[in-house]
């Protein structure tokens, strides 16, 4: 009767557990993380009767989780993967939508710019339509540094959002160290805690979204993660917190480290794998950098060539016409770890040829590499290097090996834009030199296309003249005599030249002229220092050609092209983000949808479990009170 009746009761204390396990499913259906629990049943050791064995009942072994260690795994790969895709989309969508906007863009700031010049071309002696000019210029100039800034704040905003990522890292592996603990306690004495360990798991993919991790299960329970690439963050109780230092080599670029003994920070920022924390830093190298050294290269690109031809010009006070825009210079940064004493300078050779790209100079020890950042090229040596529109010159004392610089001769040079030009009548519409046909000459020898090309021998000290010579390099050797300038003879032959024939006084301001006709002996034309026309429009004209001119990227785009370019390319970034984030969202979907399969509550299969175990219970109870009867039977018959 005893076995009986604690064959009974066991059926009864077990099937109870499993009723509380089942419950505890149900009213934890809509708890986030929760994996569903399973009381496992077991029999209870038989005993011995003869020879037989008889059971001896039923008890919960465990009360485990629903769980598939793969199919975790799998969505916090997903959960990685989609918090990379969010933050770079969110980031890329944001200037996407700054730089395409027609009314903060540059390209009608340009387009204004360049129909102010050609309005004092239509009216050079006009001082109102010079003054529109100088208008239309300070508006490109406040659009450039409007644009700058807008973008340097997207740098400010990576910086907060790796600092805030950070954090919550960190407080995330603490955390986790601190469940460790908990679990590795409770895991001593046997038992399965598996609200901690869902815990744990919850925290695992809030760390997943932020930074890709790997996780590794101890012996003991304990859990060790670490970061995408084997940098170690929590191991077993203990957490590894991150920083944020400032970059020795990037002005106002925050960098993620590992505090490491003696005071010294290992920069992982490399390592970042997935989550948050790469589509910021992936953001800031693929779409960011790359927008601030194509608004640069425009910047730099119209400053240098405008003044460059503007001073090729003469103004309404026969001066030669100065800088139109103020110089911007670009920087050479030394890393803060240098020890050596070397010094790098760059200079800019040729706008039309420069990158958008910055470079980074790398003492080895023995000699120097520099690496275009853009697309890796690089080139070594002792220097100095000329690439790219650039030389990059080293001179001063000794370098040591890892001495680090950063070239950036384009990037940021939209903060440098500005206005030089500050009087209307200081604009160098004219050109420098004129010629003239003497009233003397009898043929009809004529100049054309009078152009310079240098402010070398500018202005002109005095005037050149050409005058005909039917003998002038020799008897029947045609050509004119040259005074002033180059002086000597430059050939010319009537008979087969009068088609027109160029010619170049290269000390003369690169001075290039067309002679064609047929000149008589001692016809003169002369060419004399412009002391400013009111009417000559000519390098106005030059300069407001220089809108359709392909100019930039080594002579391939034009300034509104390459600024319709940097548009392109932040473009053309959003919609892969936004393709990728499309494509994640519904692999996150589905790796969501595994998981609930294995681990999910379903509360009409719990119902139909509560249903089941009821009716084991009523049978266990019945079992109860049948053990009673038999049992009162058998006393009653030993009262007789």
Known sequence: MANLLGIATSGLSS????LATTGHNITNVNTEGYSRQVAEFSTLPAQRLGNSFLGSGVEVGTVGRAYDNFVVGELRTRSSKLGLATAYESMASSLDSLVGNSDNGLAPALEGFFNAIQGVASDPSSLSARQILLSDAEILTDRF?????????FGREANSRVTSAVGEINGLANNLAALNGNIVLAQSTGASP????????????????????????????????????????????????????????????LEIGVPKPGGFTEIISGQISGGELQGVIDFRSRVLDPALSELGRVALGITNLINAQHQLGVDLNGQLG????????????????????????????????????????????????????????????????????????????????GDTYLLRPVHGAAGGFGLQLIAPDQFAAAAP?????????????????LKVTSTTGLPLAGAITLTYNPDALGVGVPGY?????????????????????????????????????IPDSGDVITLSANSGAPGDNRNALLLAGMQSERLLDGSSATFG?????????????????????????????????????????????????LVRLQQAYQAAAQLVAITDTLFQTLLNATRR
Do not use: C, H
């Open 15 to 18: 099937i109870q557990q499993a």
């Open 145 to 153: 540094t409007q644009l700058n800034t807008s973008l340097q704040g």
């Open 194 to 253: 598996n609200d901690l360990l869902d815990q744990r798991d919850s925290l695992l993919m809030q760390l997943s979204e932020k930074v890709g991790i790997i996780s590794l299960e101890q012996s003991d329970g304990a859990i060790n993660v670490f970061l995408g690439k084997g940098q170690p963050l929590v191991i077993g109780g203990e957490a590894k917190n991150l920083v944020v230092v400032d970059s020795d080599i990037y002005p106002g670029r």
């Open 322 to 401: 100065g800088d139109f825009f103020s110089p911007i210079g670009s920087s050479v940064i030394p890393s803060t770890k240098n020890t050596g004493s070397a010094t790098v300078s760059l200079s800019i050779d040729n706008a039309s040829d420069l990158k958008a790209s910055d470079y980074l100079l790398v003492y080895d020890g023995a000699q120097w590499d520099l690496t275009r950042t853009s697309d890796g090229a690089s080139s070594n040596g002792a220097g100095p290097f000329a690439l790219d529109g650039i030389t990059v010159n080293i001179a001063g004392g000794a370098p040591t090996a």
């Open 433 to 449: 030199v004129v010629s003239s046909l003497s009233l003397g000459n009898i043929g009809s020898a004529e100049i054309a296309d």
């Open 481 to 517: 005599d040259v005074v002033g300038g180059p002086g000597g003879t430059i050939a010319f032959n009537p008979a087969t030249e009068s088609g027109g024939k160029t010619f170049t006084f290269a000390g003369s301001g690169g001075l290039s002229f067309t002679l064609s006709g």
């Open 561 to 609: 092209e390459a600024y319709s370019g940097m548009i392109g390319g932040v473009g053309v970034s959003t919609r892969q983000a936004r393709a990728n984030l499309q494509a994640e969202d519904s692999l996150m979907d589905s790796a969501v949808a595994a998981r609930e399969r294995v681990s999910g509550v379903n509360l009409e299969q719990e119902a139909a479990e």
